[in-house]
């Protein structure tokens, strides 16, 4: 099962192919290559990446 690579949180509901949102933390997670990408949703609903946060090895699927 994949886990939120900020929160560590499974609560996560799938919003489209590849394309996840996590219920705790509030960040959008896409799947891409055997990566989880992270964005944040600002207020306009445009995305900024999130993936500079987080070590690959912890965005790696597993």
Partial sequence: MMKCPN???KDLGKIGVNQYYCWNCF???SI???T???HQVE???SLSSLDDLFDE???KLS
């Fill in 27 to 29: 960040i959008e997670l």
């Fill in 36 to 38: 989880i990408h992270t």
């Fill in 32 to 34: 891409g290559n055997e």
């Fill in 57 to 59: 090895q912890l965005r």
């Fill in 43 to 45: 207020e306009d609903g």
């Fill in 7 to 9: 929160c560590q949180s």
